[in-house]
């Protein structure tokens, strides 16, 4: 999940955020915060690649409290 989740994006995802990601053609993620739970979050707005952009912004903000 954390090589491939979030397909083309996932390299720079893993990199940038640290969480493994899952993304699905509903518009939803699904990260997985090691030791700690889950995050799932939905928003229709999509990027190039796919993926929502609100919650990938959501996810990256989160990693910033997280770690």
Known sequence: MTN???YEASQQFALEVGFPT???VS???LSIVPEQGAIACY???L???G???LGLN???HISH???
């Open 43 to 45: 928003s229709p707005l």
């Open 27 to 29: 518009e939803a993620l």
């Open 4 to 6: 491939c989740g979030l």
């Open 58 to 60: 959501l996810l990256t």
């Open 47 to 49: 990027n190039e690649q």
């Open 22 to 24: 899952k993304s699905g």
């Open 51 to 53: 993926n929502s952009i």
């Open 65 to 67: 409290f997280i770690k």
